[in-house]
């Protein structure tokens, strides 16, 4: 049990703000991924989803450029904006890296240099409705990959929801699209 609340609370210092809790959301602070749907999950990188395609920024500003690769739909950072809570617990030694930061926190040690802008964080491979697809995201901010889904709200909003514990616990966060398209359009 103490093991339990261990990983829900390092689950809980991660980037994403919308805890869900078997289908209820409830506020609170937790982070990224991806949950298993039931229904019929089209192959692996056999869907369209042109709606997604673009780049977009994230809870903390950063901003994640999202398009078609072999797998699905890919993710890379684009450009990076430290979160206070980064900026507060190293304080110079952020700023001393002007820029230049790494995946210093990745579980395998191998990966550990390699710079995090350019980064490919996200890949959704399956639509399972709608609007929603499958897929994985990686999170530099505690160097694990989780499971999870993104939920197209409309053409200039989506979130993103990772999950533990057997996709018990799951949380989302909110994206916006850089350039908004207009109806116009």
Known sequence: MRRLKETINQFGKLMFGRLIVSGTRHGAALLTSFMMLGGSAVAAGNFDAPEIVGTWYTKSQSQVTIEPCEAGYCGT???????????????????????????????????????????QILVLNARV?????????????????????????????????????????????????????????
């Open 77 to 119: 950072l684009t450009k990076i904006v430290i979160p206070q809570f980064l900026k507060d617990k190293y304080g110079d030694d952020i700023e001393a890296m002007e820029g230049n930061y790494i995946d210093a926190l990745n579980k395998d040690p191998a990966l550990r240099s390699r710079p995090v802008l350019g980064l």
């Open 129 to 185: 409705g709608e609007n929603r697809l499958e897929g994985t995201i990686y999170n530099p901010e505690d160097g694990e990959t989780y499971n999870g889904f993104m939920e197209i709200i409309d053409e200039n909003n989506i979130r993103l929801s990772g999950c533990i514990l057997f996709n018990l616990i799951c949380l989302g966060e909110d994206w916006t699209r850089v350039e908004p398209i207009t109806a116009a359009r």
